[in-house]
């Protein structure tokens, strides 16, 4: 079955860098487009970053641009989301995301805790 597994979250100073990875099996990864999305406590959850299946068209959040790279492993099945200059308004879970059969996939998530 789908699969998504998220790591690499944990708690940074701001200003720091953390890069999140997602493992993905159970479906042709190299044939679908994958998104990062984050959720704040009591809020939806929002689209933060979006790479095609190939890997060659990127899309960002304003409020990410220029401080987070979503990037891909085609070979590893493996969707990246390297983030740079996190402040606490960063703090959340961060989910990958695709969609399959007709169905939004998710993983279970990884907490970025943002704080001094």
């Known amino acids: 079955q789908v699969q998504l597994v998220e790591s690499g979250g944990g708690l940074v100073q701001p200003g720091g860098s953390l890069r999140l990875s997602c493992a993905a099996s159970?479906?042709?990864?190299?044939?679908?487009?994958m998104n990062w999305y984050r959720q704040f406590t009591g809020k939806e959850r929002e689209l933060v970053a979006y790479?095609?299946?190939?890997?060659?068209?990127?899309n960002y959040a304003d409020s990410v641009k220029g401080r987070f790279t979503i990037s891909r492993d085609n070979a590893k099945n493996t969707v990246y989301l390297q983030m740079n200059s996190l402040g606490p308004e960063d703090t959340g879970v961060y989910y990958c995301?695709?969609?399959?059969?007709?169905?939004?996939?998710w993983g279970q998530g990884t907490q970025v805790t943002v704080s001094s």
């Open positions: 995301n695709t969609l399959v059969s007709a169905l939004n996939r």
């Open positions: 790479i095609s299946s190939a890997g060659t068209t990127t």
């Open positions: 159970g479906f042709p990864f190299r044939a679908y487009d």
